[in-house]
């Protein structure tokens, strides 16, 4: 429903801004910093949307035969993806919207930040389509 969905995104946001906090601390760097990694061209928009839809279809795929094998299929998709990825795959909007507050190479410019977001969106939507494609039994 949607209550649920809401309080799940908010979750993930704080959860995401609390990590970076916490790296910060551990590095002995300022806690709170806004990133000037500009990001924002379109190459990797196409490139946050090949993530995503990689990342979701994975998901799905995995969770039809074997839920219990997804977290290890992201963990494998992710670290994959950092690495085949122009934008290095961050594929989830929560992780992206907390490295607007790293000013380190992980950081994201808030500029930036809408390219990243349509690509995890359209990314979704194109790997739900097609699952639902495959998924006809």
Do not use: M
């Not at 995104?9 to 000037?36: C, E, K, T």
């Amino acid at each position: 429903n949607k209550k649920d969905l809401l309080n799940y995104i908010i979750v993930q946001v704080i959860s995401g801004l609390i990590a970076v906090i916490s790296v910060h601390y551990i590095f002995q760097i300022d806690l709170f910093q806004v990133s000037s990694n500009i990001r924002g061209e379109f190459p990797l928009l196409v490139s946050e949307i090949i993530a995503t839809f990689g990342l979701v279809l994975t998901i799905l795929l995995i969770r039809e035969n074997d839920e219990k094998s997804v977290a290890i299929g992201v963990a494998l998709f992710i670290t994959a993806g950092y690495w085949f990825t122009s934008s290095t795959s961050f594929a989830n909007p929560a992780v992206t919207i907390s490295r607007v507050f790293t000013d380190t190479f992980t950081g994201i410019a808030p500029e930036s930040l809408l390219y990243f977001l349509c690509g995890q969106i359209i990314g979704c939507i194109i790997a739900n389509y097609t699952f639902n494609i495959f998924d006809k039994k």
